[in-house]
């Protein structure tokens, strides 16, 4: 689990752009997307198992930063320079990074074809 719902939608809504805005209400899995910036987040009931955030490799510094930096590090005090450390090691070598942050939650760093992803999940250490 890598928080709850409720927490997720409070946090990341206070500090994330409009268009990225959670709803109330959740399913099983919520996909937005707006300005090549894909934000999609699977649930099991209220819990949160697993974050995923792809755009493009050259909108990593407008809507990315505002999804990933802004919405879930500020937001929901998940700040690493161990996430910023793996982003841009894959930036520049296109292989896969992982970053994790002081509350065990995993930033898998991928690059294909110009298409950044990070995948976020809770850490099984």
């Known amino acids: 689990m890598i928080?709850?719902?409720?927490?997720?939608?409070n946090g990341f809504n206070t500090y994330a752009p409009k268009q990225f805005m959670l709803p109330n209400n959740a399913s099983d899995?919520?996909?937005?997307s707006h300005d090549d910036v894909t934000l999609t987040i699977e649930l099991a009931e209220d819990t949160v198992t697993k974050i995923t955030i792809t755009t493009r490799d050259t909108n990593i510094d407008r809507v990315f930063y505002e999804v990933f930096v802004d919405g879930l590090e500020h937001g929901m005090e998940w700040s690493s320079s161990n996430y910023y450390n793996a982003m841009m090691k894959t930036l520049s070598t296109?292989?896969?990074?992982?970053?994790i942050n002081h509350k065990g939650i995993k930033a898998l760093h991928s690059w294909e074809n110009g298409m950044v992803k990070v995948v976020l999940t809770k850490d099984e250490k």
């Open 94 to 99: 296109h292989k896969e990074n992982v970053g």
């Open 29 to 32: 899995t919520i996909t937005l």
């Open 3 to 9: 928080t709850t719902y409720e927490k997720l939608k």
